[in-house]
């Protein structure tokens, strides 16, 4: 299947600093992309969709001036939690789809462990 | 609006048992996909296996297979032959298909027992 790579695995900050979230798909054109935020031991959070040249449509609830995302390229997406406080830290995973592919089927990268100190 | 329940918050299963797992969904679609998802201790989503709403067949990969019954509403997970190595969190998931969003249930964690 397709790769999406997902950069970095986890990574900690200090309070009030921004930390920034690659994902990459490697092998297929990203036409969307989604971020979820994942709790311990609880389901996939949708945070906010993006298509490639758009702004991204967040979910309610998710404060888009606090977590920015990018999606300027058909293989680029990057999440920035901005002003990051110790209750952001989480699991965050995205995943990318191509639209124009034959196939339903969403593609994951690792995730990433924000830890917020 | 569309949900997926998952009513098990846990299963365990004897190595080279059967284990089915359960997942129900609510939707006024005629046509959409439905997918099972392993996400396992590594956290890497994993696709088991996926239905399209409008084929009547039960899809089916290796020892994996589902029961889907539309008119139910209804898309169990059956795991054959279990190995250790299916111990992990199971999600069922809808995908809409305006966006292509999916639509997460709360997850099922499968035990295996050796």
């Known amino acids: 299947g397709a790769v999406v790579s997902q950069h970095p695995s986890w990574v900690i900050c200090k309070s009030g600093t921004s930390v920034k979230i690659e994902c990459r798909s490697l092998?297929?054109?990203?036409?969307?992309m989604f971020w979820y935020r994942q709790f311990p031991k609880q389901s996939l959070m949708l945070m906010a969709t993006?298509?490639?040249?758009?702004?991204?449509?967040?979910e309610q609830g998710v404060e888009k001036d606090k977590f920015l995302i990018n999606h300027a390229s058909l293989t680029l997406s990057t999440l920035t939690v901005t002003s990051a406080h110790p209750e952001d830290s989480s699991f965050y995973i995205c995943?990318?789809?191509?639209?124009?592919?034959?196939?339903?089927?969403?593609?994951f990268g690792q995730g990433t462990r924000l830890t917020v100190v | 609006a569309q949900t997926v329940t998952q009513s098990q918050p846990e299963m365990s299963v004897q190595e080279a048992e059967t284990v089915t797992l359960s997942c129900t969904y609510d939707?006024?679609?005629?046509?959409?996909?439905l997918f099972w998802y392993k996400q396992p201790p590594s956290r890497q989503m994993i696709l088991v296996i996926r239905q399209e709403a409008y084929k009547q067949q039960n899809a089916t990969e290796n020892r994996f297979s589902v029961n889907f019954q539309k008119a139910a509403k209804s898309f169990s997970l059956k795991i054959s032959d279990s190995q250790l190595g299916d111990a992990a969190m199971y999600f069922c998931?809808?995908?809409?298909?305006?966006?292509?969003?999916?639509?997460w249930g709360a997850g099922t964690k499968l035990i295996i027992k050796p």
């Open positions: 998931a809808y995908e809409l298909d305006s966006n292509y969003q999916l639509i």
């Open positions: 092998d297929f054109q990203a036409t969307t």
């Open positions: 993006s298509n490639e040249g758009s702004k991204a449509t967040y």
């Open positions: 939707t006024s679609e005629s046509d959409y996909y």
């Open positions: 995943s990318a789809r191509d639209q124009w592919a034959g196939a339903h089927e969403a593609f």
